[in-house]
């Protein structure tokens, strides 16, 4: 692909003067539109050192709003980023509805660094490429426009190009040692790239190759890359207006053959209160001694409470924390969406949130709303809340590969039960805060929200972030599972 690339394109002088205030219109244009259609564009600018990214994205942006855009500089990870998973830092810089984010290198270039120094095995490189595609298409999925660009000079130009950098002091600190470096490896970058690209290039994410020999042909180039995918993009939204039913379904195997796993579920265990007492002590000491050693050795772990309203997820939660170091996890509640959290994937608010290496997030209530309650109540549609069993597996996958302990937790109680919960609380006073017509509401929509559960349980629990189903009926007895279980996960994590 690159080693085939005609260099030597050019556009004379005049004919870029003519084409370019047109183009610079239609820009603008383009950017209004996607304001009101509420649409986030995703710009990535990979390519060689001194191959010309900087003056690109800055002639990109002159004509823009620049209340509209922000451009991100990659540089190397930080601290705080390298204790996250890969796609972590660029997750939480993905664009809102209507924004462009717009970045000077990405998730491409660290890996391609890695794989020429060897840093990265062919194992990891495939796990690697295997994330940021999915990456990229949840994004796509979610109805952002990512329009990709490889800018390509010869290694013969990009020597030119060095020494003239280096010939002043005003320009030499911009050649730096490791720059040079990749130049002598220039071929096996060159490789390394052509394998990627390759690999990447998807009908969701494609790849624009930019040759960057002459400034005004790859300008050109640029600005009718960007105006031909958003003038399509735009289209296609005005087609699927005009004719929602030609939307693609997404197949999956009816809920009607997926095994029944919550009606197999035995709510009568119990645990005597001796036993439970003695036992969640130890267990609470355990978790203690556990948290340290996660912070020393650096493993980060993630926790989901998701269950029947009453059943109990506050207590279990409070007795899972209750000796542990404050300083070393966070609990977050999950409520509906903020109006910020509204503009962007429905995963970016809880990438936001996940913790870095050594330190633990417990969700109350999570991810899996989008399968549950937003499915349920019809807050997004069949083919979203269908896409998110994947998307979400995806996601666990990535922090499951980056050393991260995921459990999910459902606490499971029977109707009868719950009924018994809920007139508690309306007759104690300190706890009728808790009931609302909002949980007697959900209670009448049992029957739908198991179905909704069981396929939650049977789509998403996977080897690297298993559903642990609490029973629940006993609360004694779900605080007990829920501190063994995380005992024993911690534990087993920290022998690896």
Not at 106 to 124: I, L, Q
Not at 174 to 186: F, G, I, N
């Amino acid at each position: 692909m690159l080693a085939n690339i005609d260099l030597t394109r050019t556009v004379a002088k005049e004919d870029f003067k003519k084409a370019k205030p047109e183009l610079e219109i239609k820009l603008v244009t383009l950017q209004r539109q996607a304001i009101q259609l509420k649409v986030p564009i995703l710009l990535l600018f990979e390519g060689w050192d001194a191959s010309g990214k900087g003056s690109l994205i800055n002639d990109l942006i002159l004509p823009l709003d620049p209340r509209g855009f922000k451009v991100h500089s990659i540089p190397r990870p930080t601290e705080d980023e390298i204790l996250r998973p890969f796609l972590w830092r660029f997750w939480v810089r993905t664009p809102a509805q209507g924004r462009i984010a717009i970045f000077d290198r990405g998730w491409y270039w660290p890996v391609w660094t890695e794989r020429v120094n060897k840093d990265m095995s062919r194992t990891a490189l495939e796990r690697t490429t295997h994330d940021i595609s999915s990456f990229e298409r949840q994004l796509v999925d979610g109805g952002t426009v990512i329009i990709k660009f490889l800018l390509h000079i010869s290694k013969k130009e990009q020597k030119r190009r060095f020494k003239k950098l280096l010939k002043t002091k005003a320009t030499a600190w911009r050649v730096t040692k490791d720059d040079l470096k990749r130049h002598k490896q220039y071929e096996k970058y060159l490789n390394v790239m052509e394998q990627s690209l390759a690999q990447t290039d998807t009908n969701y994410a494609p790849w624009t190759i930019i040759e960057a020999h002459d400034r005004r042909f790859a300008l050109l180039k640029m600005y009718h890359t960007v105006i031909h995918r958003l003038e399509e993009h735009f289209k296609n939204i005005e087609q699927r207006k005009a004719s929602p039913a030609t939307a693609t379904r997404i197949v999956t195997t009816p809920a009607s053959l997926i095994p029944s796993i919550l009606d197999k579920v035995d709510l009568s265990l119990a645990v005597e209160r001796d036993t439970y007492r003695k036992e969640l002590e130890e267990g609470q000491d355990r978790i203690r001694e556990l948290e340290h050693e996660m912070y020393v050795k650096r493993v980060p772990a993630v926790l989901a409470y998701e269950g029947w309203d009453a059943a109990g997820k506050g207590g279990t939660l409070r007795r899972l924390v209750q000796r542990m170091d404050p300083r070393g996890y966070e609990v977050v509640p999950v409520a509906a969406p903020s109006d910020e959290e509204k503009a962007h994937h429905y995963l970016w608010r809880f990438w936001r949130q996940m913790p870095k290496a050594g330190h633990m997030a417990i969700f109350d209530r999570s991810w899996y709303g989008r399968v549950l309650v937003e499915r349920v109540e019809g807050f997004c549609s069949e083919i979203e809340w269908r896409r998110a069993f994947s998307e979400i597996n995806e996601m666990e996958e990535h922090m499951a590969n980056f050393g991260t302990v995921i459990l999910k937790f459902w606490l499971h109680i029977d109707q009868n039960e719950q009924l018994r919960r809920f007139k508690e609380r309306e007759k104690i006073e300190y706890k009728r805060w808790k009931i609302t017509e909002e949980d007697w509401r959900n209670r009448k929509k049992w029957d739908v929200y198991m179905e909704a559960v069981n396929e939650m349980i049977y789509r998403t629990s996977t080897p690297y972030a298993p559903w642990v189903i609490v029973e629940s009926n006993n609360k004694q007895y779900a605080r007990l599972k829920v501190v063994r279980t995380v005992v024993k996960a911690l534990e087993k994590a920290l022998k690896k």
